[in-house]
């Protein structure tokens, strides 16, 4: 995202209270505003159609079908995405943008493949065990998929540097939404949980047509190579189980409460629990201005400083290199210490308000007394995050996994022994994982700030890698240049 840097500091260079606001509020709309549009577009359904009169059962099934949703779309996606990101990385840099639209179809493909292999058995169950409606199944399983599309081509938005079309094509998604599901419920008398689903689908849909077009009209040529981007598949696994790690870590203490007592079965199909899902997400909420400031504190900082870094590897002199690397690694520094000062007032703020404020709407009991602990573990949760991207910067693939790993393992093993705690504590799991994994990111770090030299400098290859007969190992025939050197000189 380094075409963001170049508008924030244009922003922040004015160094005034409005320039301040106007940064803030870009990074907001590049980052997290998609979200909020989709949350606000729900809400306002829901008050205008009426939604808290549905019947109890209906309004939980709709409920659970955008929570599968918008969580099983981020796990199927996130497997692909990263290493096809790693490959449009190179091409760009490379110049071969004819190789784009290979590595899109490819792409598409698989996340659509493995995303019907796991949601259309889940949609015959649901029909067949559950009794639902054929075609409430069929929109839900509908909006799944042009969910996935819409994820997936969001990253190829982020390479064409028009990072505002993103949320632009989700205001245009969801205010389709919610005209529609106005006209399906009050003009052709559709019911309200079937006017908003549907209403959903078709909103997700024209987002993921107009990203697909965006990207077709701004990659026009096609050189077929699909072979190029499967080897990347198998040189760069360890993104394969980094991303699926990390999105699967932030879930997985959802998943464990979700066989507790506390858990509600929905037409024998969805699980859910309601007060521990509803404390996540206003934790998650809590906390994501993180990655906002994370990405100002990136393009607006330190991307200068590895740049610079990056440089003077090529061919500047060894006191220029040594220079350069204690700038870049002192700035990484300062951007991690001034994301947990700046964010901790925010979440103290935020907790603090949410506290006062929530039960008013009637957000209390079971659900505030779950909220404190996550709120805490989604600090460390996104700081860990921030540390990670940073390992992505120096290519360290093992530093990766091994820190998601930990996060999702530890996450998952203390969830589970959280079950038998007070409520309060329900949220220790998230805690103990996230400051495992970052830990374990920051020992990596430094590691890596030990050793940058040899990483840099040492792990190249004289010889291509390739599969045959090993190469021998003479160099020159002493006697063959000798009797070559006489015949010259006779």
Known sequence: MAGIGVKLNSIFEKN???????????????????????????????????????????????????????????????????????????????????????CYYLGLVLNLSLSCLLGIPF????????????????????GYISLVMAIYSMI?????KDYEKISLFFTIGMVESFILSLILRFLFRWSITESMLFAMMTGVFLMAVLEFSFVKRYFKRNSNKYGKVLGYFKKYWQLIVTNFLYIAGMYVHNFVFW????????????????PYDMASCLAMFTNISATIIFIAQIEMHFHEKYKAFSESVIGAKKADIENDKRQMFRQMGSSLMSLARIQFIITVVVYLLCVVLLPLFGFSGLVMS??????????????????ILFLYYFNDMSGMVLATLSFFTVTLIVSI????????????????????????TYMRLRWIERNIDRHVFCNGNLLKRKKGEQPSGK???RRSLREKTAEENS
């Open 475 to 477: 160099v020159f025939d």
């Open 259 to 274: 066989n507790t007592d506390m858990k509600m079965v929905v037409v024998d199909t969805f699980v859910c629990n309601q």
């Open 370 to 387: 779950i909220y404190p602990c996550l709120a805490a573990g989604y600090f460390i949760l996104f700081l860990m995050y921030s540390a």
């Open 123 to 142: 949609c015959l169950w649901e029909h067949f065990v559950g009794g639902v409606k054929i075609f409430y199944v069929f929109t839900g399983f509908c």
């Open 16 to 102: 005034s209270i409005a320039a301040n606001l106007v940064g803030f509020a870009y990074s907001t709309v590049v980052t997290v505003a998609p979200m909020f549009v989709v949350i606000l577009n729900i809400l306002l359904m829901g008050k205008v159609l009426g939604f808290n009169k549905v019947g109890y059962l209906n309004r939980e099934l709709f409920s659970c079908t955008i929570l599968y949703m918008f969580i099983f779309s981020l796990m199927t996606v996130s497997p692909f995405n990263a290493v096809l990101s790693k490959y449009m990385s190179d091409v760009i840099y490379e110049e071969r943008y004819q190789d784009i639209l290979p």
């Open 156 to 160: 190829y938005l982020s390479i064409c």
């Open 417 to 440: 022994f959280a079950v038998r705690l007070d409520a309060i504590w329900y949220g220790i799991g998230v805690v103990a994982g996230s400051f495992t994994g970052w830990t374990v």
